[in-house]
């Protein structure tokens, strides 16, 4: 099932931010958050899956996709859980499940552990305590953020840099990452939609939030997704998680890397979209 979400903005902190709605409003919603560079559109596939039972809402997050860029400091977990209260005061949902990956998954606890009678339930994709601060996954990160180009020569080039270091991303996954996070310049160079500048300085310089407060506190049902192959959430955090705290569960789909919904978006979107009937009955 395909589907064309609707589109809106909403203004908060002097940003105009952009949002996508798939499925009718009348329906209990979920509100989607992407990760470090990605956009709201990378959860068309799942919203697609789920819009016919919910309504699904994807943020730009500040600085991403068609959302207004802001001062490199504000890019950091307190001011993003702002914009997220302002978009949910925005569309009047007093409450809703929430689904979050890596960057957007920490935003997804903390919004959770601040305002934990909105939220019904949660998904994090592939992110836990201290993953942004230590391991492989973290240093790739760290590193990807001091050598990514500005700029690109064509769009096989582009295409090339997303293959090369993202070898695990379907056809589709690639196309999607060329159509909504790239765009051509009026020098006919191949340049990011986002603030890439100044979300790897913010990411190189800024503390990572600690989230074992937000899991300790966690009082809905929480699904944690981690990717089989994933250098950024290990193994033991995810039993570490479970033994905290009995409402979280947890579920690994093989094959993926730390971008699960890009990498196996047909099990990814089953386990999410499992968790999430659940909460209807």
């Known amino acids: 099932m395909t589907m064309t979400p609707d589109s809106g903005y909403f203004q908060h902190d002097g940003l105009?931010?952009?949002?996508?709605?798939w499925g009718e409003p009348k329906c209990l919603p979920i509100v989607m958050l992407h990760g470090l560079r990605a956009y709201a559109q990378t959860w068309q596939s799942l919203a697609a899956e789920l819009a016919e039972e919910f309504c699904c809402y994807a943020l730009?997050?500040?600085?991403?996709?068609?959302?207004?860029?802001?001062?490199?400091?504000?890019?950091?977990?307190e001011v993003y859980v702002r914009d997220l209260k302002a978009l949910v005061d925005h569309l009047n949902l007093e409450r809703f499940i929430l689904i979050g990956h890596s960057l957007g998954g920490?935003?997804?606890?903390?919004?959770?552990?601040?305002?934990?009678?909105?939220?019904?339930?949660?998904?994090?994709?592939?992110?836990?305590?201290?993953?942004?601060?230590?391991?492989?996954?973290?240093?790739?990160?760290?590193?990807?953020?001091?050598?990514?180009?500005?700029?690109?020569s064509d769009w096989?080039?582009?295409?090339?840099?997303?293959?090369?270091?993202?070898?695990?991303?379907?056809?589709?996954?690639?196309?999607?990452?060329?159509?909504?996070?790239?765009?051509?310049?009026?020098?006919?160079?191949?340049?990011?939609?986002?603030?890439?500048?100044?979300?790897?300085?913010?990411?190189?310089?800024?503390?990572?939030?600690?989230?074992?407060?937000?899991?300790?506190?966690?009082n809905c049902p929480t699904l944690l997704v981690r990717g089989g192959q994933s250098d950024f959430l290990p193994q033991e955090t995810v039993n570490q998680v479970m033994q905290c705290n009995a409402n979280f569960q947890a579920v690994e789909?093989?094959?993926?890397?730390?971008?699960?919904?890009?990498?196996?978006?047909?099990?990814?979107?089953?386990?999410?979209?499992?968790?999430?009937?659940?909460?209807l009955q």
Not at 253 to 279: L, M
């Open 16 to 21: 105009n931010l952009h949002y996508l709605r």
């Open 60 to 77: 730009d997050q500040r600085g991403r996709g068609s959302s207004d860029w802001g001062p490199t400091g504000s890019y950091h977990t």
């Open 106 to 152: 920490t935003n997804a606890l903390e919004f959770a552990r601040q305002y934990p009678e909105r939220v019904a339930a949660l998904v994090i994709e592939d992110i836990g305590p201290g993953s942004s601060n230590r391991g492989e996954g973290s240093e790739r990160i760290r590193r990807e953020m001091r050598n990514t180009p500005l700029v690109f």
């Open 156 to 218: 096989e080039e582009a295409e090339n840099f997303w293959r090369k270091g993202r070898p695990n991303l379907t056809a589709e996954g690639v196309r999607s990452r060329l159509q909504y996070s790239m765009r051509e310049d009026e020098q006919g160079g191949i340049v990011w939609k986002h603030d890439q500048s100044g979300i790897a300085e913010a990411r190189l310089t800024i503390t990572p939030t600690d989230l074992w407060p937000a899991v300790e506190s966690m």
């Open 253 to 279: 789909i093989s094959g993926a890397s730390h971008y699960v919904h890009d990498d196996c978006p047909e099990a990814f979107n089953r386990a999410v979209t499992s968790f999430v009937r659940e909460q």
